[in-house]
C-alpha cells in the first residue's frame, strides 16, 4: 500500500511530455453553383453523426446599415415571423424537431446558421428558408424588441469596457466610420419596422455553407431549396480606417471602482507579407497566457485581473487592440508598461523557452480549428467574412515555423511603437 502511494505521489511531480504540433491539413471544400439563383453551395463531408450544420451569409451587415441597432435588430426579428410561418410556428417547429437557429449581423454580412438533425431537415429546412428570405418583422413583436435592444444599450453605457471600445473605434478607424458609430437608445426608439425592412431588402449575394454528414439525399434537398431564391446585387460599403490626430481620450465614469483601458493601433490588412509575423508578435505581447504583458501587468505587478492584445483584421481595414480594467488609481502606471512591453519586445524579443512557448501556443490554436467538421466550416465561412486571403491556414503554420527573434523584433519595432497608441480610457478619473 505505501507502495503505491508513493508511486502515485511521484507520478504527480512529474509534468507530462509535450509534443510539438505535427503538421496540420486543412480540408477543402467542394462548392455548387445553384442554378438559376447562381447561389455558390459550399459543401464539406466529415461527421460519422448523422447530423448537419447550415449556414447562409447575405452580403449586408453592420456598416451596410447605417447603424448597428438596425443589423442587430433585422437578425433578432427573422425569427419572430415570415411569409408563410408564425412566430410561434417557427419555434414550435424547431423545437419539436430538436433543430436550432442563430442569426448574427457581422460587419459586413448576415449570417443565419441551422443545427439538425439529418432525419428531420425536411421539416425544419423549409421554415428556414422561408425566415431568412422572407421575414415579416410583425409590429408587434418589433417593438417589444426594439424596447429590449435599446435597454440593453442604456446598460452598456454604464459598462466602462463598452464605453472604452466605442471611443477606441472611434480613434482608430474614425469617427464617421460605418464600423465606429455608436448606438444611442433614443434614435433607436425612433427606428421604425420599416427602416429595419428596408435595410434586409437591400441584401446582396448569398453564399449558403453545409457541412456534417451530408448524403446525396441531403445535399439535394438543401440545393433545391436555395437553387429557387432570388438574391440581390448590393454593393458593399468597404473603406479604410482613417485614425484621428488625437492620441488620448478620457470619458469619465463616475463612481466607476475600476477603469477600462483600450489601446489601439494602427496595422497592416490581412493580405499584407508582414500580417502573420505581426500576428505572432501580438500574441507574444499579449495573445495567451504566457504572453509579456501578463506575466508583467498581471502576474509581476498585479495591476490587473487580465490583459489582452489581439491583431484584428477584417475586410476594410486592421489595427491592434490592448485591452484590460485596472484600479482607477493605476491606470497611467498599467499604460507606461504597455509602452515599456511594447519597446522590449523589440530589443530583447522572445527566445528559448518564451519562443518554444509561443510557437506551442499558437500551434494548439491552429489545431483547435481542426476539432469537428463544424470548426472546420466556420474557418471557411471567417474566410469570406474577414477576408482571408487564399492558403491563410497553410502560410499560418509555415509562419509558426519559421518565426525567429529577429522576425519578432522587426515587427514590434515597425509596428508596436507607443508613438502609435490611440489611448481611449473609461472610469472615475479626469485625467491622465
Not at 435588430?73 to 410561418?85: A, D, F, R, T, V
Not at 439529418?118 to 429546412?125: A, R, T
Request: charged share 20%; glycine share 6%.
Amino acid at each position: 500500500m505505501k507502495s503505491s502511494t508513493a508511486s502515485a505521489d511521484s507520478f504527480r511531480k512529474v509534468a507530462p511530455a509535450v509534443s510539438p504540433v505535427a503538421a496540420l491539413d486543412m480540408p477543402d471544400v467542394r462548392t455548387r453553383v445553384l442554378e438559376p439563383s447562381g447561389i455558390h453551395m459550399h459543401i464539406y463531408t466529415g461527421c460519422d453523426t448523422p447530423v448537419c450544420y447550415l449556414s447562409v451569409l447575405v452580403e449586408g451587415g453592420q456598416a451596410e446599415a447605417g447603424m448597428p441597432a438596425v443589423a442587430a435588430l433585422c437578425g433578432i426579428m427573422h425569427s419572430e415571423g415570415s411569409s408563410k410561418y408564425s412566430g410561434g410556428d417557427i419555434s414550435s417547429t424547431l423545437d419539436y424537431n430538436g433543430a436550432w437557429i442563430k442569426s448574427v449581423a457581422n460587419s459586413h454580412h448576415m449570417q443565419h446558421s441551422l443545427f439538425s438533425l439529418n432525419s428531420k431537415l425536411d421539416k425544419v429546412l423549409p421554415v428556414f428558408a422561408d425566415m431568412v428570405f422572407n421575414p415579416t418583422f410583425p409590429s408587434k413583436e418589433f417593438d417589444v424588441r426594439r424596447e429590449a435592444l435599446a435597454r440593453n444599450i442604456e446598460v452598456s453605457q454604464n459598462d466602462v469596457s463598452y464605453v472604452a471600445r466605442c471611443a477606441s473605434d472611434a480613434m482608430i478607424m474614425g469617427p464617421s466610420h460605418p464600423l465606429a458609430i455608436m448606438d444611442n437608445p433614443e434614435v433607436l426608439r425612433s427606428l421604425t419596422r420599416a427602416d429595419v425592412f428596408g435595410f434586409h431588402g437591400r441584401g446582396g449575394a448569398v453564399q449558403v455553407f453545409l457541412c456534417g454528414q451530408v448524403t446525396p439525399q441531403i445535399e439535394e434537398l438543401v440545393a433545391e431549396t436555395f437553387s429557387r431564391v432570388s438574391t440581390g446585387s448590393a454593393a458593399l460599403d468597404i473603406r479604410p480606417f482613417e485614425p484621428e490626430m488625437v492620441q488620448q481620450k478620457i470619458i469619465r465614469q463616475e463612481d466607476a471602482t475600476q477603469s477600462a483601458v483600450m489601446i489601439a493601433l494602427p496595422a497592416i490588412k490581412r493580405d499584407h507579407s508582414h500580417y502573420l509575423p505581426l500576428h505572432l508578435t501580438v500574441m507574444a505581447l499579449g495573445g495567451y497566457f504566457g504572453s509579456r504583458l501578463m506575466l508583467n501587468i498581471r502576474e509581476s505587478k498585479g495591476l490587473t485581473y487580465g490583459i489582452s492584445a489581439s491583431l484584428l483584421g477584417n475586410i476594410d481595414d486592421a489595427s491592434i487592440l490592448i485591452s484590460a480594467e485596472t484600479d482607477n488609481a493605476n491606470v497611467r502606471r498599467l499604460i507606461d508598461e504597455v509602452a515599456s512591453e511594447m519597446q522590449r519586445l523589440a530589443s530583447d524579443p522572445c527566445r528559448g523557452e518564451e519562443m518554444w512557448r509561443l510557437r506551442q501556443s499558437a500551434s494548439s490554436a491552429q489545431a483547435s480549428v481542426l476539432d469537428s467538421p463544424f470548426s472546420i466550416m466556420d474557418h471557411h465561412i471567417t474566410s469570406v467574412l474577414s477576408g482571408l486571403p487564399r492558403g491563410y491556414f497553410d502560410a499560418k503554420q509555415q509562419c509558426i515555423a519559421s518565426l525567429t527573434p529577429d522576425v519578432i523584433a522587426e515587427m514590434a519595432g515597425q509596428y508596436l511603437r507607443p508613438e502609435l497608441m490611440r489611448i481611449a480610457v473609461a472610469g472615475d478619473i479626469a485625467s491622465l
